[in-house]
């Protein structure tokens, strides 16, 4: 399969409250990369993280990765209706520079 | 950040028919592409990687001589459905990388074209 695992594969939540999406995957990398999709429409980037890079933030997200796990988190915090969208992680292969995504999660924020 | 157009957005065709989707970046060039098909509800599925003046590479699985794949220029990669079907009904979505940022840098997406076979 092309493709790394996301779970969970849906997340409910209520407006305020954080959202955690983790990512694993399955070859050795040299970033890993959030994206956001509204539905029907294209992709968001939200942010990359290289793989000599243990967390990020940007904003109301934090991103972890954890090389040796090959495993990588996606923290929304504060989160909004707006934030509704589905989340795939995508990392880039080191040796072909693809980016191959994960099954993604589809995330619901109640106001 | 930098800009990758697709064109159309949306088509409806008859099944047996071919339908050409673009994709230009528009503010820089790009000497590799790729293309990506997306079913409903599903994560993006990487069908090929069009190369600037040499031949595609496809994915496993994804039929060559169904999905044709031109790199014409710096800027502009099609991909062609050839004799639709149904069942080839589907988001597809290119990305294309800044030839300086070299081969791990940040891919950048168009808006997805929505191909609707009858």
């Known amino acids: 399969s092309q493709q790394g695992e996301e779970d969970p594969q849906a997340l409910s939540i209520q407006e305020g409250e954080n959202a955690t999406m983790n990512c694993s995957y399955k070859t050795s990398i040299n970033n890993l990369q959030w994206y956001r999709q509204n539905s029907g429409r294209g992709l968001v980037h939200l942010i990359l993280?290289?793989?000599?890079?243990r967390e990020k933030h940007s904003g109301r997200l934090r991103v972890t990765l954890d090389t040796s796990k090959k495993s990588s988190s996606l923290l929304i915090t504060a989160s909004r209706a707006a934030d509704t969208a589905s989340y795939f992680c995508?990392?880039?292969?080191?040796?072909?520079?693809?980016?191959?995504f994960g099954q993604g999660t589809t995330l619901q924020v109640k106001p | 950040g930098a800009v990758v157009s697709q064109h159309p957005s949306r088509v409806i065709c008859k099944s047996g028919t071919s339908v050409k989707i673009e994709c230009r970046s528009l503010d820089f060039q790009a000497t590799t592409m790729f293309w990506y098909r997306q079913f409903p509800k599903q994560s993006l599925m990487l069908m090929a990687t069009s190369n600037e003046g040499s031949k595609a590479t496809y994915e496993q699985g994804v039929e060559k001589d169904k999905f044709l794949i031109n790199h014409a220029s710096l800027t502009l990669s099609t991909l062609t459905v050839t004799s639709a079907h149904p069942e080839d009904s589907s988001f597809y979505i290119c990305?294309?990388?800044?030839?300086?940022?070299?081969?791990?840098?940040?891919?950048?997406f168009g808006e997805g074209s929505r191909l609707t076979v009858l």
């Open positions: 995508a990392t880039t292969r080191s040796n072909t520079g693809k980016l191959i």
């Open positions: 993280i290289r793989s000599n890079e």
């Open positions: 990305s294309a990388r800044d030839l300086v940022a070299g081969n791990t840098g940040e891919l950048f």
